[in-house]
């Protein structure tokens, strides 16, 4: 099959001294940044396949159509509003994944007398093509442009993608992002990236149930099994770790910072001194400290909303499945 070539942007934040310059600081501080577990091949192909078995929105019906009842009401919103008809949309999926999910919205909003681009946003590569080379097989006319940025690092990223096009609607995707970010550092970025009238579909961990701790409890074996200990541990072995020199141990914790907050949280326990010489830096860490390689946040409808509320954003409708595992919010600046 002859395949066409695939550009892609690369921000400034992706390029290789910075992203060097990250992993230095992720062994020098034991906290590896999460970016460090999608950016190579291999991660994101183990990453997917972690997806494919354990996430809500592959394994529970119900859960898709959580989704699809979302991008339902956004198709709804977009074909209600005449000012849209003159406008350009931009569906910019921040942090894609696969783009399984950008994918089922396209299939709602994409309309013959609508002028769509969609932007794939990612850390990863890979994961930037997968999406962009997903949604284009299904939908060949519409135009997509990926794109490879640190979003922590690309406060100028929705500027870049708006000087390509004036007269313009953004419909941007956050889906599954913010349990892997404190809530603290991404939601001011998050919120710059909104204008006026632009739509925010954002989706969550949850903790089921009433009891906040006992949900975050029953989800831990999503976290707390080989598959993903086997991810995790990746860019350890690839800076030269051996699987000897510790365990893999999964806790639930407080947020240090939002006490109210709490994640299931992945350490690296290490039973032996280590050092690695990443180019001309010695790392040295002894027995008995640990690395934290994860974390990831569950929340409850209350307080994402009450957290986004104080950024300025407004969520106008959610949906939650039965299983109350994921919340999709549909919002928008006020
Ligand atoms: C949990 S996955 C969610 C993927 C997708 N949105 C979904 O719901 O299936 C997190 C995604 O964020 C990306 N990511 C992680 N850190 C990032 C960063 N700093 N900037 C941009 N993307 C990042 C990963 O590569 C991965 O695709």
Request: hydrophobic residues 40%; proline residues 5%.
């Amino acid at each position: 099959m002859l395949e066409k070539i695939e550009q892609v942007f690369v921000h400034p934040s992706q390029f290789p001294d910075r992203v060097y310059q990250d992993y230095l600081a992720s062994f020098a501080l034991k906290k590896i940044n999460h970016k460090f577990h999608y950016t190579s091949v291999k991660q994101s192909q183990k990453w997917l396949k972690i997806h494919e078995k354990f996430s809500p929105t592959r394994q529970d019906e119900n859960c898709i159509d959580a989704y699809a009842q979302c991008f339902q009401k956004t198709a709804e919103i977009l074909d209600s509003d005449p000012s849209n008809l003159n406008l350009k949309l931009n569906l910019i999926g921040l942090g894609c994944g696969g783009g399984e999910k950008d994918k089922l919205l396209v299939s709602h909003i994409f309309k013959p007398n609508k002028v769509l681009t969609y932007y794939p946003v990612d850390v990863s590569l890979s994961l930037a093509i997968i999406s962009a080379q997903k949604v284009r097989s299904a939908f060949a006319n519409l135009p997509v442009q990926p794109f490879v940025c640190d979003l922590l690092q690309s406060n100028d990223l929705i500027s870049i993608i708006n000087d390509r096009a004036p007269n313009q609607r953004n419909i941007i995707t956050f889906f599954g992002m913010i349990p892997n970010f404190s809530p603290d550092e991404i939601l001011p970025i998050l919120s710059n990236f909104l204008a006026a009238g632009d739509l925010l579909l954002f989706s969550a961990n949850l903790a089921p149930g009433s009891d906040y701790l006992q949900g975050i409890q029953k989800v831990l074996p999503q976290y707390d099994n080989e598959l993903t200990k086997e991810w995790l541990i990746t860019v350890l072995l690839d800076a030269g770790v051996e699987r000897e020199d510790g365990t893999i141990q999964f806790q639930i914790e407080a947020d240090s910072q939002n006490k109210q907050f709490q994640r299931i949280a992945a350490y690296f326990n290490l039973k032996k001194d280590v050092s690695l010489k990443l180019e001309d830096r010695l790392i040295e860490w002894k027995s008995g400290e640990r690395i934290r390689l994860f974390f990831s946040y569950r929340y409850t409808t209350p307080t994402i909303q009450e957290m986004l509320k104080s950024y300025g954003i407004n969520v106008l409708a959610y949906w939650e499945p039965a299983s109350q595992e994921e919340g999709v919010y549909l919002c928008q600046k006020v």
